[in-house]
């Protein structure tokens, strides 16, 4: 079972940018999916979530600018990125909640970090 992060790159102040989390292997059910993001020197910290529902939950900090989407039958979660500010430079790790096959209850998995550097 993993978690495979895709996209990320370098971008200017304003641009957008979109990452990518595809779960894959033996998955019974998935429940919350999230991005979170960690900068040097900084805590890991939510970027965004989104349940089996839809509904979504965003930091402060992104509200409005980034949009947290999933699909159910793909098993994957995306994160648009808009309007991005030299802040939201981090390395971005994808987050699920997984119940593997064979188990008994959810657990959390992460995926690989992949770089979002915003600079001009």
């Known amino acids: 079972v993993q978690l495979q992060a895709s996209g990320g790159g370098l971008v200017q102040p304003g641009g957008s940018l979109s990452v990518s989390c595809a779960a894959s292997?033996?998955?019974?059910?998935?429940?919350?999916m999230g991005w979170y993001r960690q900068a040097p020197g900084k805590q890991r910290e939510l970027v965004a979530s989104i349940a089996t529902s839809g509904n979504t939950n965003y930091a402060d900090s992104v509200e409005g600018r980034f949009t947290i989407s999933r699909d159910n039958a793909l098993k994957t979660v995306s994160l648009r990125m808009n309007s991005l500010k030299p802040e939201d430079t981090a390395v971005y790790y994808c987050n699920a909640n997984l119940w593997v096959n064979g188990n008994t209850r959810y657990t959390n998995y992460w995926g690989q970090g992949t770089q979002v550097t915003v600079s001009s």
């Open positions: 292997g033996s998955i019974f059910s998935i429940n919350t």
